[in-house]
């Protein structure tokens, strides 16, 4: 059990937590009353089952709009208050957040959702694979018992109420469906067998004084309303009554009670309405079964104004029919990536056959996957095939739906989605739990491949850029079906697994007609058909362009669709670039016309969007682009939404159609004057050196800013949290240094560099693109004669390749770095230097040599007379001391560095210096003092996002927990430390997921480890 509450030894109280109903805390079997905000904190916890729970959700849980100040200093601090109340090891800190360390029975809502095992489809489907309905029961049953009212009653919290409420109320609508539909699927005509009897057999909301296990909430702990009168439903047949007639009837007769009573609380609910009419059917009650039907019908009509689903009104027939009915078809929990199918899709009826024959072809005939490849030019409709059919298909595929786009002609970025990602993302889809993710490419596929095999899965892969990247992708041989789109016919792909090739060439003139007609309306299309004709001639029958001359169509409502035909046939307006016989020739043709038609301040957007460097750009980025107002911005790019120019893919981020980008791009180079060019990259320049330095600014509030960084004076901030807006924008920030460059912005590169360093380098997928930027950014300082702006590229250049273990390069970077340093005679700047040198002699093993440099930093710190450089300096030498083993000198240095500085103005510095000092305890044989310093840094690397600074602590502090027999609080340690470490794309996963598992078992008693446990360790981590 993984679990830092021990029953057994007095430690740690015994905390049972029920939220199913009204509020309620037991500590060692006693009632415990907390006040509002440590109510919310807990059961937002609670919720969280054992997982980790962002700091995120518990701000939004605790505060909602409402906010402190200062919401994660608030956080840690209404996390101690629970801790002093519940115990210290019920709340454990985890990277990102926190998780309620307590065991599932003493959780009613962690003792739901695993009694359901709605997080494991893969057990759900064994599970009923078994055919032991009278087990699955039991747990529905079981799970059902613990409800006691309604969830979070007393917790006064509205993201409670708003989305984890009716998520709940749906699960227990689900189970208690489940339980009927084994109910009416039992011995005889439905009744319940011997096993299916239990204190819920007819009453799913009924809950005993035990409601959440032995020691749980009981009629002390929570008063009158957790039994009695709020409990639904009348007990049972008792689970010794003979199966005969009489009590069949009996159990059909407690159905139809319960039924009644939950189609009058869920009125809308048809699948309680079609498990009525089963039972009164089976009942032999069949008027009263067709009158359910009409009630059912009227409702539905009257709130919705709808008829029943297929399901019941084929049930209804067959009660006309006088047959019996079906029973109910299984409910279980799936992935459902797919993305919205195309609005008005129209016509590739082959290719549409083409997929349908997957459904039947070689089914379990030998080991060729069914893959499906749809190829075709950009923009010919490939994606949109592919989701019409998968969505039209969903329902053959019961073990789910999962989709990726592979970006393999996506302009804004260079390379592909590695397969790896994409089959990381696939396995948390499916419910495999982060921490059981292995680190190799390889092994992530290996897993993906073995999850999915067996089930019916439909895969649906866009966008691929060749056979390699998906051909790890592709379930074995089994049930499920693969699609792939690209702009190449992945002949390798057919090769080799078999693969159909399904090619799509531009539309019909009639399939183009009627995507027309779909989109401008049957009658205006027909009232013009030669209008309609020519332009989808002059669209060369590509979807994208009709699509795009279709919005052109609707734009003007009062011009004939004829003045659009006209505008495509203008000659002028004809980018030939690729030749007559090359369908984009036409597209362009077409871009252009809606370009023409656009109001001059759209078209300047849509212009200048052509030189913004990103992928997607924010709704607050475009105000400064266009270089007016932000109500002109968003009229603008309303304009552009309009006409299907743009898209806004996720609310306030707008991204363009790949060719359509390319349009824009051309239109920029042809259209936007040099002057306007220079202007529009200064303003987009400006704007986001700005952000970045107020984000820097919150977000390391310590960190001194260099005489080289420009300010650009005020700009408008986004309201976003600094790490959220960071790891949004990083990929442009870095496309925005070589834009710069290239315009002369030269001191906008060298602050942008400076500004998006410490944040950016913690993003493992963008290493390399700050390796070329650090690079730029240094050519950039050279061209200029800045020698403080080379220094800190140089250092900051060696702590890359430092971290990426490669080792001579590092070295020769920060040999320069102190070169350029003594060049500078600058106090300040030779004390980074030196420290840096410093600490990777450390970590390289040459403490001598560390210590000497620590020395000279040591020296020009106290030179600084600044105290944030002394106090960096003192820890330096503190660091390098300990390391050889000069304890005695180590401590005290480290002592009076942390004495220097406070944790509102310098909370990173006394992280790192509380690193130290637990590092000298440790080595000196005191593993209390070092835990509690380790930890006192940890948090504070948490707090900040310092992810490669809290890697190094967390492996020291896991080893030394395992020192001392905390295992529990060691296993966490590590599997925190194999996450950065998977995250942060270091070395040494393969080492820290053995400590891991090696921890996890001491942690669990396993007697044959115990004996083997290593002594303190004496290196660097």
């Known amino acids: 059990m993984r679990s830092g509450v021990r029953m057994d030894d007095g430690q740690q109280p015994a905390v049972t937590v029920a939220v199913l109903g009204p509020f309620a805390v037991l500590v060692d079997g006693a009632a415990v009353h907390l006040p509002g905000r440590l109510r919310s904190l807990l059961a937002a916890l609670a919720v969280g089952a054992g997982a980790p729970v962002t700091v995120e959700r518990l701000v939004d849980v605790v505060w909602g709009e409402d ?207 079609g498990q009525l009419m089963t039972a009164l059917a089976r009942s032999g009650r069949r008027d009263e079964a067709l009158e359910a039907y009409r009630r059912l019908d009227r409702t539905l009509s009257d709130e919705l104004g709808i008829g029943p689903g297929e399901g019941v009104r084929r049930l209804h027939r067959e009660i006309v029919a006088a047959e019996d009915p079906p029973d109910a078809e299984p409910a279980g929990w799936i992935p459902r990536q797919l993305p919205l199918g195309t609005m008005g899709f129209s016509g590739r009826e082959g290719a549409l056959a083409e997929l349908d024959a997957l459904l039947t072809e070689g089914v379990g005939a030998g080991p060729t996957p069914r893959v499906a490849v749809l190829d075709g030019a950009g923009g010919v409709g490939k994606t949109s095939t592919a989701l019409h059919w998968a969505h039209r298909v969903a329902g053959r595929f019961p073990d789910g739906q999962l989709y990726a786009n592979l970006r393999g002609f996506d302009p804004a970025s260079s390379s592909p989605v590695p397969a790896s990602t994409v089959a990381r993302t696939f396995l948390e889809a499916l419910g495999v739990a982060k921490g059981r993710i292995p680190a190799s490419d390889d092994a992530q596929l290996a897993l993906y491949r073995g999850v999915v095999a067996g089930r019916r899965v439909l895969v649906v892969l866009d966008n691929a850029r060749d056979a390699e990247q998906v051909l790890p992708l592709l379930p074995g041989s089994g049930p499920s079906v693969s699609v792939v789109t690209s702009r190449t016919s992945l002949t390798s792909l057919v090769a080799a697994a078999g693969a159909r090739r399904v090619p799509l ?58 003045a659009v035909a006209v505008e495509l046939a203008d000659d002028g307006a004809r980018l030939d670039a690729l030749g007559d016989d090359d369908p984009m020739a036409d597209v362009r043709s077409v871009f252009s016309t809606s370009y023409r038609a656009l109001s001059p301040r759209a078209a300047r957007m849509f212009r200048l969007l052509g030189i913004h460097p990103g992928p997607d750009i924010s709704r607050a980025a475009t105000v400064p682009l266009l270089g007016e107002s932000d109500g002109a911005a968003r009229l603008a790019m309303a304009e552009l939404l309009r006409v299907n120019l743009v898209a806004e893919h996720t609310p306030g981020r707008y991204a363009m159609h790949d060719l359509v980008a390319e349009y824009a791009r051309e239109r920029a180079q042809h259209d936007v004057a040099e002057s306007e060019h220079d202007a529009a990259v200064q303003r987009l320049t400006e704007w986001y050196l ?112 430092g971290d990426a273990g490669r080792i001579a390069e590092c070295e020769e970077l920060r040999r320069r770095t102190v ?117 006192e840094a940890a948090v504070r690397f948490r707090a900040f996002d310092m992810r490669q600074d809290l890697v190094k602590v967390q492996r020291r502090l896991a080893h030394l927990l395992g020192d001392v027999g905390r295992w529990a609080e060691a296993r966490d340690a590590w599997q925190e430390c194999l996450d950065l470490h998977i995250g942060l794309g270091l070395t040494g996963v393969a080492e820290t997921r053995e400590e891991l598992a090696r921890a996890a078992k001491l942690a669990d008693g396993a007697p044959d480890l115990i004996q083997t446990v290593r002594p303190p360790s004496r290196t660097a981590s």
Not at 155 to 166: C, E
Not at 917 to 930: M, S, T, W, Y
């Open 505 to 562: 060439d531009t539309l019909s003139p009639s399939e183009g007609i009627d995507l027309l007609a779909t989109r401008v309306g049957v009658e205006r299309s027909l009232a013009e058909p030669e209008a309609a004709r020519q332009i989808v001639d002059r669209c060369a029958g590509l979807p994208l362009a009709i699509v795009i001359a279709s919005a052109r169509v609707l734009a003007q409502p009062a011009f004939p669709m004829s």
């Open 67 to 273: 906010l402190p100040a200062a919401p994660q200093q608030s956080l840690q601090v209404l996390v101690r208050r629970l801790r002093i109340a519940l115990g210290d090891g019920t709340v454990e800190t985890v990277p990102g957040g926190y998780r309620l360390n307590l065991p599932a029975e003493h959780v009613d809502v962690a003792s739901f959702s695993a009694l359901l095992d709605v997080t494991s489809f893969a057990a759900l489907m064994a599970a009923r694979r078994a055919d032991d309905p009278a087990a699955e029961r039991r747990r529905l049953s079981d799970a059902l018992a613990l409800w006691r009212g309604t969830p979070f009653d007393g917790v006064d919290s509205a993201a409670l109420r708003a989305v984890d409420t009716p998520r709940l109320v749906e699960q227990r609508l689900t189970a208690l469906a489940r339980r009927i539909e084994i109910d009416l699927a039992g011995p005889g005509a439905g009744a319940l067998g011997a096993d299916a009897a239990g204190a819920d057999a007819a009453g799913a909301d009924a809950a005993g004084a035990d409601a959440v296990g032995a020691d749980a909430v009981g009629e002390d702990a929570v008063g009158e309303d957790a039994v009695g009168e709020d409990a639904v439903g009348e007990d049972p047949p008792s689970a010794d009554a003979p199966a005969g007639a009489d009590t069949v009837a009996d159990s059909l007769a407690a159905l139809v009670d319960e039924l009644q009573e939950l189609t009058a609380e869920y009125p809308l609910q048809e699948r309680f309405w």
């Open 819 to 935: 070169e350029l340093a003594v060049e500078l005679d600058d106090a300040r700047v030779l004390q980074q230097a030196y420290q840096g040198y410093a600490g990777d002699l450390v970590r390289w093993g040459r403490t001598a040599e560390a210590v000497r440099q620590a020395e000279h930093s040591l020296e020009h710190g106290r030179r600084s007379q600044e105290a944030y450089y002394e106090a960096h300096a003192l820890n330096i030498l503190a660091w390098a001391l300990s390391h050889g083993g000069e304890l005695a000198r180590a401590l005290p240095l480290a002592e009076e560095a942390l004495a220097l500085l406070n944790d509102v103005d310098n909370p990173t510095t006394r992280a790192v210096i509380w690193d130290t000092i637990g590092f000298v305890h440790a080595e000196l044989g005191d593993p209390g003092r070092a835990i509690v310093c380790y930890q």
């Open 690 to 801: 700005g952000v970045a330095l107020e984000m820097d600014r919150r977000r390391w509030p310590g960190r001194v800013r260099q005489a080289f960084v420009r300010d650009p004076g005020v700009v408008e901030v986004p309201d976003r949290e600094p790490a959220a807006w960071f790891s949004d924008e990083r990929t442009i920030l870095l496309a925005v240094v070589e834009i710069a460059r290239t315009r002369g912005l030269f001191r906008e590169v060298l602050s942008l560099a400076w500004a998006i360093y410490s944040t950016v380098s913690n993003h493992f997928d963008t290493r390399k693109a700050l390796w070329a930027a650090l690079w730029t950014a240094r050519d950039v300082s050279i061209q200029v004669q800045d020698r403080l702006a080379e220094v800190w590229c140089t250092r900051y250049l060696a702590a890359l390749a």
